[in-house]
């Protein structure tokens, strides 16, 4: 941005990110360029002659996904200098009204910035690259003929590579195993934890199994794949912890293998003077999480969700990153997942499994980044003989697919065969 503004161009730019992304930038232009105006379109009292006036003047204006479409009498008539779009992810679904927005803005240039362009099929890669280069691919009725069902349900390799080529040129893929980026980079180690089930999980685990026997031999079509999803997360539920799906939290300690065994190498990190992040996809297990660490820690440990403000996040997330007597910081993966910054942390523990390992590598990204000092250690929690340990053996079975168009496999769920079905339920 810096180098179009000092070429002559003194057009305002647009930036679009999450929410808990708008800080992020904010301090990053600031001080990679300070030169730069910058304003945050954001909020219920965000103003109409405040943007107006920021984009006569050529500012960065940075703003958030849901404003596209609510403002887009507002972005749309302005040709910008350069649009962006950070965790260009958000866009994936074309159908949506902020991905419809997205490609109603005028721009100069257009960039889209994500680590995951494929979360669920290659239909998320048309989304953006119709953002950012109209009619590259044929229409999204044609590209799903041509190209999603031949490569999803056929696994046409042929289509696959067609997508690959077209796609390729415009592609500017950075790796951290680049010889010019390694040297930057501390090490990184993924651990698996092995826990077992308590006794009350067990008994759980082993009554939701028996009535997803029942229910899936009745059930077809739409709703037997919804089926199938409440009951893989009712199990992971179970694998976390059974208040989630009893709603009842006075379980003993014992009764989640997992939390149980958290605590312990929590504790052995906090004692070695480090910092820890831990990662789940279920909020109320988050809340736990925190008092339970608080209570054996006798430390603050913060938890960083969807529910926050703007101003909260970046609170907590600058807290954690300077203050030395906290240790710990619970993220929803949702959330937390992804564009932050936080290299005090070199300890990354995943307490659950995500279906896609793509979204699970961004998430220890936050901490294996340029400006970590340490060696990085990711752990991934997981429940031996349960649903989670065959999502594992599945993830690496199913990953090969989309790894050949560009970085993640399709989503789990839409590519279960009926046997991967059996194996998972044990049916």
């Known amino acids: 941005l810096a180098h179009i503004r000092n070429s002559g161009n003194e057009r305002p730019f647009l930036l679009v990110c999450p929410t808990s992304l708008l800080g992020n930038w904010q301090r990053e232009l600031k001080k990679f360029w300070p030169a730069a105006r910058v304003h945050i379109h954001h909020g219920t009292a965000r103003s109409t002659e405040e943007f107006t006036e920021a984009a006569e003047h050529g500012a960065v204006i940075l703003t958030t996904y849901s404003l596209l479409s609510r403002d887009e009498d507002l972005i749309s008539p302005i040709l910008w200098g350069a649009a962006v779009l950070d965790e260009a992810q958000n866009i994936k679904n074309p159908l949506t009204r902020q991905a419809q927005a997205a490609r109603s803005i005028r ?33 999204w009725g044609r590209f ?59 008994q759980l685990y082993r009554k939701i199994l028996a009535d997803a026997e029942t229910g899936l031999k009745e059930a077809r079509g739409m709703a037997r794949r919804g089926r199938i999803l ?80 703007r101003t909260d996040r970046d609170h907590l997330i600058d807290r954690f990153q300077k203050e030395p007597n906290i240790p710990v910081l619970v993220l929803s993966l949702r959330a937390g997942g992804t564009g932050l910054n936080l290299t005090a942390a070199s300890h990354v523990f995943h307490f659950d499994r995500w279906w896609n390992p793509a979204v ?68």
Not at 233 to 245: A, E, I, R, S, W
Not at 277 to 302: A, D
Not at 416 to 425: A, C, H, M, T
């Open 107 to 139: 721009a100069q240039a257009r960039v889209a910035l994500t680590g995951t362009p494929v979360e669920n099929h290659a239909g998320d890669l048309w989304s953006i690259l119709q953002f950012l280069n109209p009619g590259i691919l044929p229409s």
């Open 144 to 202: 799903q003929r041509e190209f999603l069902r031949p490569i999803q349900e056929e696994h046409s390799m042929e289509q696959l590579q067609r997508l690959r080529q077209i796609a390729a040129p415009f592609l500017l893929r950075r790796l951290k195993t680049d010889p010019t980026i390694a040297p930057d980079l501390p090490d990184k180690e993924i651990i698996k934890v092995i826990c077992s089930l308590g006794a009350k999980q067990a």
């Open 230 to 309: 409440a009951t893989l997360t009712k199990l992971k539920q179970v694998c976390d912890h059974p208040g989630l799906v009893e709603d009842n939290w006075a379980a003993r300690r014992a009764d989640s293998g997992k939390l149980q065994r958290l605590e312990e190498m929590i504790e052995e990190v906090v004692e070695t003077g480090g910092k820890a992040l831990v990662f789940t996809q279920f909020v109320e297990m988050g809340r736990k999480i925190r008092s339970t660490l608080t209570e054996r820690l006798g430390k603050p440990v913060l938890f960083y969700h969807g529910s926050l403000s």
């Open 360 to 427: 699970e590598m961004q998430a220890i990204s936050r901490a294996h980044r340029i400006g970590q000092e340490d060696n990085v250690e990711d752990y991934r929690q997981i429940k031996h003989g349960t649903i989670e340990e065959k999502i594992m053996k599945l993830q690496n079975k199913k990953k090969k697919l989309i790894d050949n168009v560009l970085t993640s496999e399709g989503s789990l769920i839409n590519t279960l065969s009926e046997e991967d079905i059996r194996n998972l339920f044990d049916i």
